[in-house]
Structure formats: C-alpha cells, structure tokens
C-alpha cells in the first residue's frame, strides 16, 4: 500500500525487520500482564534507534525529527506500542535546546549508549490538569541546589527509567507578571532519589506503565536546572512541540496498522458469497481513514520541516497531533467493525491497538486545548480562558 512520500525507506525497513521478531503475542502477553517490554527496548536501544536525535558529537545517531517520527511509525504500524520508549526522543528537545554543554556531556552518551534511560517527562498534577500553569509542585533554593515536594500525577515510565525531566515552581503564581514565567526545568536522577519520591501506579485501560509520583523534599543539585530558572515553561515547550509531533507519528502508524489489517480482512472474510470487502458499507470507512491518516502525515511533515529548521511549530505540532489522533481512532472503529466479533477476540490483536490509540485523542494534551490554541493563537479569535 502507497504511504506518503517517503525520504527513509532503508530506516523504515530497518525498524520493521527489529518488529517483526516481537510478534503480537509478545505484545499480548505483556498486555495482560501489565508488563513492560523489558526486551524490545533494549534492542531498539542496542539498535541506536532510540539515540536517534542524540547529535553524532554525543554517541547518538545525529538524525533529524523527520527520521524520529519515521521510527515511532513503523513500530506503531507494525502492531507495537512506542509507548513504552518514546519519551526518549521527546525528551530530547528539552535538553538539547535548552541544557548546557556541561549536561549534554555528562548524560548524552550514557542515554546513546543505553546505560541511561531518559524516559519520564513530569508536568501533568491532579490539582492543575491542562492548565500547566498551575502546578504547585515547588522547588525551593536552598545550598547548592533545589529542594523539591509536590504531586505529580500520570507520569509514565518512571518505574523504567534512571533520569526524569520535572517541572516545578521557582516563583509563587501571586509573584509573577506572567503566569507561565516562575516555572523551572530539572533533570532529575531517579537513581538518587530514594525515599523524596514515592512511586504508586495507576491502573489504566491500557498497558502503560504510568503512575502518581509523591515528592517529598527531593535535592536536586543546582548544576541539574536546565536552562533559566523561571524559564523552564518556555523550555519544555520544545519538548512539548517534539512530543506532539512524535506522537502523531505513533497515531499515523496505528491509523495505517488498522487499514492494513482491515483490508486485508476485508478481502478474505467471506460472508454472503462474497468477500466483505466488497461492500461500501464496509469498504468506504477503511478508504476514509486511510484519507484522513494521509492528510495527517502531510501536517506531520510540515510540522518536522519546522522543527529541524528551529522555527516556530507551536500551530503545525498541535494541528498534526489532532488529525493523527483523530485519524488513528477512526482507523480504530472502521476495523474493529470490519473485524465483526473477531475485532473483540483478544487474539486478533485489534481490540488491545483500539485501546492504545484512543490516548492520544487525551493525551499529551487533549484535542480541545488544541483547538483552543488554534482558535486563539492561530485564528486570533478571543481567549476563552
Ligand atoms: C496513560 C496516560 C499517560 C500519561 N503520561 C503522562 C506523562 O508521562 N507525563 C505527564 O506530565 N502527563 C502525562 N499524562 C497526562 C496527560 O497529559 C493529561 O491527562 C492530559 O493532558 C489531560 O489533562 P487532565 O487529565 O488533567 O484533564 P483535565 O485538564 O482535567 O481536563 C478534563 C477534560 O476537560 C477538558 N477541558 C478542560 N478545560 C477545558 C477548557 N477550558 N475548554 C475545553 N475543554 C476543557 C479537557 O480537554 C479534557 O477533555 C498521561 C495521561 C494518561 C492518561
């Protein structure tokens, strides 16, 4: 099946061929078990992939974002779920644009060489929800760094992880002329944390090693502030561009794994003589999906051009995560009613992908901030909030 134009065919098929030893049984088993994918990370991360934005000077693989999403998408179209590693790559935008040098020496070639593990990103609190602005999450200045206590809410992977980037308040709300200003990025050492952090995790729909982190007077040394304090919104919102596009790229990849396996379903299910496929009614959701998963791909790309050029990307990062996760969750119901019961059956694999790909609709950011943002960031209509 035609996708959209494609620069990395050799990175692609690479991506796959390392897929295809993890079948969906693997995925299965770990589904049930709520267990994560110990061993694909590790050979994703033996294979460089995971390094991949890390530049060459660092032991990483010096791509560019458009390579990066070309990898999540494969995993994810292949049936796996980049969820369990992803924030590796987004969370380089953080650091890379905004560490010193002094930190991209001391933790770039450890994470290119997989002995660090960058994989937990902790911004969303249960007080503050989708408005980043009010964490109360404080770190406070004492001798030769922060100390930290606060709540912390969804913050996946933690449990897998060695480093986490956080962010917290330098600066009470009450004392700042802006309300994203006060706020500070730190790279914190899971390794050192010890008792100041308290891991609970939480039960979701799907498998995805998420938990609520409970912190209490974590130190984290001063050299361990990324970028300005009081910056560190404006900061993470590299990360956060980088995230938005990466994860579309998941939700592209989950959108054309659905119209794969839905058309070919569709070709061989025969029911009334004929295969299913033949009819419209069946034939026409998968076709759209398609459309929609194609149109998606499109803003994606324009949103990596942007990116790797260090331009603005804020309206195509936000547009693109929309249309792919809109696009992945009408992939997601035009098969599993192709599928017919056996879309519900475990073993066909479809019922555990529909669950995965309904997240990005939420999460990272839910689609009705994005059209918040674009209603009044892009269209210039007035601030509802
Ligand atoms: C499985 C999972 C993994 C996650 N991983 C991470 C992670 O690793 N790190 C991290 O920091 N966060 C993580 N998140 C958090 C995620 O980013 C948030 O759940 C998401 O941004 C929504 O925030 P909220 O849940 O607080 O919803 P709320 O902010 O409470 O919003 C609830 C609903 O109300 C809507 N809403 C709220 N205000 C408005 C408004 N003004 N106009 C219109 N609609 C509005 C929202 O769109 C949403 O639909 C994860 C979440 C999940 C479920």
Known sequence: MPTDRDDYEQLRKAVRSLCARYPEEYWRKLDRDRAYPEDFVQELTEAGFLGAL?????????????????ILEEINRSGANAAACHAQMYTMGTLLRHGSEEQKRRWLPGIAEGRLRLQAFAVTEPDAGSDTTRISTRARRVDGGYRISGKKIFISRVEHSDLMILLARTTPLEEVEK???GLSAFLVDLREAGDAIRVRPVDTMMNHATTELFIDDLEVPEENLIGEEG????????GMNAERILLASESVGDAYYFVDRATRYAGERI????????NQGVQFPIARAYVQARAAAAVRDEAVALYD?????????????????EAAWEAANAALDTFGGY?????YGIERKFREA???VVAPVSNNMVLSYV???????????
């Open 271 to 278: 029911v009334f003589d004929r295969p299913i496929g033949k």
């Open 179 to 181: 309300k994203t200003r």
């Open 375 to 385: 209603g009044q960031h892009v269209l210039g209509m007035p601030r509802s909030f």
């Open 231 to 238: 910056r560190g919104f404006h900061h993470i919102l590299s």
């Open 54 to 70: 890390i530049p060459e000077e660092y032991g990483g693989g010096g791509l560019g974002m458009g390579e990066a999403c070309a």
């Open 343 to 347: 879309g519900f059956a475990e073993e």
């Open 309 to 325: 050029a260090q331009e603005p990307c804020g309206p195509e990062a936000n547009m693109c995560k929309l249309l792919a996760s």
């Open 358 to 360: 309904r997240l990005y």
